[in-house]
């Protein structure tokens, strides 16, 4: 595993936006975001393989974009138009072997998370 720490949550009412970092020591194969909100189980949200294009879950398809920042080891999420169903903790995850916003099993490194509150 690697190590991954978050930043840039905060509270945000609906439509407004926030962006998300994901900052870790090397070149992973994969970095992706998840989030889990209370009473709810896990959801990805957006992964990134390396060299690769984004894929995204489809509640934030057109809303949210991750991006990385190669030499900094670091992946973004960009995320727009914020709705109160975004409210949840979210977490960096990271990969050798996958790359999946469909689950979050096989991710060896998780983040420490980072939360993120929408207001109607």
């Known amino acids: 595993q690697v190590p991954l720490v978050e930043s840039g949550g905060g509270s945000v009412q609906a439509g407004g936006s926030l962006t998300l970092s994901c900052t870790t020591t090397?070149?992973?194969?994969?970095m992706a975001w998840f989030r889990q909100a209370p009473g709810k189980e896990r959801e990805g949200v957006a992964s990134s393989v390396l060299g690769g294009r984004v894929s995204y879950a489809d509640s934030v398809k057109g809303r949210f974009s991750a991006s990385r920042d190669y030499p900094k080891y670091t992946l973004h999420l960009q995320m727009d138009n914020l709705k109160p169903e975004d409210t949840a903790m979210y977490y960096c995850?990271?990969?050798?072997?996958?790359?999946?916003?469909?689950?979050?099993?096989?991710?060896?490194?998780w983040g420490q998370g980072t939360q993120v509150s929408v207001s109607s």
């Open positions: 995850a990271a990969s050798i072997s996958r790359c999946t916003v469909q689950s979050g099993d096989g991710y060896d490194s």
């Open positions: 090397s070149s992973v194969y994969c």
